[in-house]
Nanobody, 115 residues
Framework: QVELVESGGGLVQPGGSLRLSCVASGNIFSINAMGWYRQAPGKQREMVASITDGASPDYAQSVKGRFTISRDYAKNTVYLQMNNLKPEDTAVYYC?????????WGQGTQVTVSS
């Protein structure tokens, strides 16, 4: 079992920045990829960014150049630095952890971009 706890969401004006954090606990040695997904009202959940052991990060086209995913193995934490936020980035952001025998989700954190 893996538990994921997200934090860092909130209300920000267009053009602003936020950093999301996701702390993993439990059977973390089974994790080989972590990612951030988001779901806006009335829309399907979509991948925002992912990072896999030994590979380059992957990003949705809509966030390339604005968002950066990183992972601190010592702190069992994955981050999503979000810059130049736009109203269309408004959504609940979820952390995901993948491994050979696991696929876990956090509870989500709300990000609202509005003036």
């Amino acid at each position: 079992q893996v538990e994921l706890v997200e934090s860092g969401g909130g209300l920000v004006q267009p053009g602003g920045s936020l950093r999301l954090s996701c702390v993993a606990s439990g059977n973390i040695f089974s994790i080989n990829a972590m990612g951030w997904y988001r779901q806006a009202p009335g829309k399907q959940r979509e991948m925002v960014a992912s990072i896999t052991d030994g590979a380059s990060p992957d990003y949705a086209q809509s966030v390339k150049g604005r968002f950066t995913i990183s992972r601190d193995y010592a702190k069992n934490t994955v981050y999503l630095q979000m810059n130049n936020l736009k109203p269309e980035d408004t959504a609940v952001y979820y952390c995901n952890a993948l491994g050979p025998f696991l696929d876990h989700w956090g509870q989500g954190t709300q990000v609202t971009v509005s003036s």
